[in-house]
């Protein structure tokens, strides 16, 4: 299957600061890439979905000027968690799509970043 | 109202066993695609099968099928001849419309762990 890298692949950082998370799609084009966010024990939670070359979308009750989304190409999104604070700790992942055909796309996920904010 | 049904928390099964994993949905929509996620430990999304709602057949892949029952509404998978190495969290999701539309984003279930016993 295809394969999207995250980096880093964890990351601990003061309260405060800004932190930014990378997803690439390294063996295809993904004109759209989703950004989930996941608590311990629960299950995926759409952030936004980040299209590549226009803003990005955002889930009701995730605030856009803190979860900063670029999708710069047509490999690479960006998620910068600005003025992180504890709360803010969690697993973030993202996703690319992949059109397989006409009638069938595929999401294939990056290994995720684990953030730990102190 | 939640789309994605997964009832059971967490199963055992002994090593080279059968095990169903259940998933219902509920949708409007006659167009959908269904998926299956396994998340080991490690935190990375593995996709295992795809099914569109307008596929004839159950999808298959390898050990994995997906008992597709469209009146339903059900999508359980069934992982033949388990093996140590299953143990995992297993995500059902489901994504509508099947194609078209800028966001075709999926929704999780909450997820079934599932441990193999030697």
């Known amino acids: 299957g295809a394969v999207v890298s995250q980096h880093p692949s964890w990351v601990i950082c003061k309260s405060g600061t800004s932190v930014k998370i990378e997803c690439r799609s390294l063996d295809f084009q993904a004109t759209t890439m989703f950004w989930y966010r996941q608590f311990p024990k629960q299950s995926l939670m759409l952030m936004a979905t980040?299209?590549?070359?226009?803003?990005?979308?955002?889930e009701q009750g995730v605030e856009k000027d803190k979860f900063l989304i670029n999708h710069a190409s047509l490999t690479l999104s960006t998620l910068t968690v600005t003025s992180a604070h504890p709360e803010d700790s969690s697993f973030y992942i993202c996703?690319?799509?992949?059109?397989?055909?006409?009638?069938?796309?595929?999401?294939?996920f990056g290994p995720g970043t684990r953030l730990l904010v102190l | 109202a939640q789309k994605i049904t997964q009832t059971q928390p967490g199963m055992f099964v002994q090593e080279k066993e059968a095990v169903t994993l259940d998933c219902t949905y509920d949708?409007?929509?006659?167009?959908?695609?269904l998926f299956w996620y396994k998340q080991p430990s490690s935190g990375e999304m593995i996709f295992l099968i795809y099914q569109g709602s307008y596929d004839q057949q159950n999808a298959t892949e390898g050990r994995y099928s997906l008992n597709f029952q469209k009146a339903r509404k059900s999508a359980n998978l069934v992982i033949s001849a388990s093996q140590l190495g299953d143990s995992a969290m297993y995500f059902c999701?489901?994504?509508?419309?099947?194609?078209?539309?800028?966001?075709?984003?999926?929704?999780f279930g909450t997820g079934t762990l599932l441990a193999v016993q030697p």
């Open positions: 996703s690319a799509r992949d059109i397989v055909f006409e009638y069938q796309e595929t999401q294939y």
């Open positions: 980040s299209n590549e070359g226009s803003k990005a979308t955002y």
């Open positions: 949708t409007s929509d006659p167009s959908y695609g």
């Open positions: 999701a489901m994504r509508e419309p099947l194609y078209g539309g800028a966001t075709n984003k999926l929704i």
